[in-house]
């Protein structure tokens, strides 16, 4: 079964400049999920999907982070513009149903440095 | 707002002993989640142990166990017989059945001496 995929692994930009970030789930796994992972922290999550509809963006930062869900399946994560703050890692991770007692299948993340 | 605590920003670990990591967490729900997770240098994130907090009974996972004191709210991994495999980031997570959304503590980074 392959794995939670997400490109690119790494990325660099100049601070003002926008980004975007890719993730395929594991084929089936009905819900997503978008984590911030700042160096030092543990993952916060961002957005969560079921299907191609939100549940809970409640700690995304909406003036300059949009994702979307096309088709409930991939899904991409856009910063613009981007700050120094957000140099983090992005975590993608999946799981079969929005539920507690679905585990959450991690991707290897996508490091992002804000110069 | 639901915290997770994790006192112990490293720990080490003999290869063959054991050794606990340790979580507490802050909540006013009686109906939840916790979880360990762990997060190897540069590889995906793994869950490694779940406990359901209506259950009294400590979840086990090979040599992987928790110390669930809901009263406490404390929630303690073990892992028996350390391997140089186990070294890596730990996080502690915790998710109230109502929101799906977790809350994760700050880690433990464990190495593993051989």
């Known amino acids: 079964e392959a794995g939670v995929a997400q490109s690119p692994r790494y990325k660099i930009i100049e601070k003002r400049q926008s980004v975007a970030f890719w993730c395929n789930p594991i084929?089936?796994?009905?819900?997503l999920y978008w984590y911030q992972q700042i160096l030092g922290q543990g993952p916060k999550l961002l957005i969560q999907?079921?299907?191609?509809?939100?549940?809970?963006d409640s700690q995304l930062p909406k003036d300059r982070f949009s994702a979307e869900r096309l088709k409930g399946v991939d899904s991409t994560l856009k910063i613009q513009p981007a700050k120094l703050e957000d140099s983090a890692v992005y975590l993608c991770?999946?799981?079969?149903?929005?539920?507690?007692?679905?585990?959450?299948?991690f991707g290897p993340g996508t490091r992002l440095t804000v110069l | 707002a639901q915290t997770v605590t994790q006192s112990q920003p490293e720990m080490s670990v003999q290869e063959a002993e054991t050794v606990t990591l340790s979580c507490t967490y802050d909540?006013?729900?009686?109906?939840?989640?916790l979880f360990w997770y762990k997060q190897p240098p540069s590889r995906q994130m793994i869950l490694v142990i779940r406990?359901?907090?209506?259950?009294?009974q400590n979840a086990t996972e090979n040599r992987f166990s928790v110390n669930f004191q809901k009263a406490a709210k404390s929630f303690s991994l073990k892992i028996s017989d350390s391997q140089l495999g186990d070294a890596a980031m730990y996080f502690c997570?915790?998710?109230?059945?109502?929101?799906?959304?977790?809350?994760f503590g700050r880690g433990t980074s464990l190495i593993v001496h051989p």
């Open positions: 999907f079921q299907n191609n509809g939100v549940v809970d």
């Open positions: 406990q359901e907090a209506y259950k009294q």
């Open positions: 084929s089936g796994h009905a819900t």
């Open positions: 991770a999946s799981s079969l149903q929005h539920s507690s007692y679905n585990e959450q299948f």
């Open positions: 997570a915790y998710e109230w059945g109502g929101s799906y959304i977790p809350t």
């Open positions: 909540t006013s729900e009686s109906d939840y989640y």
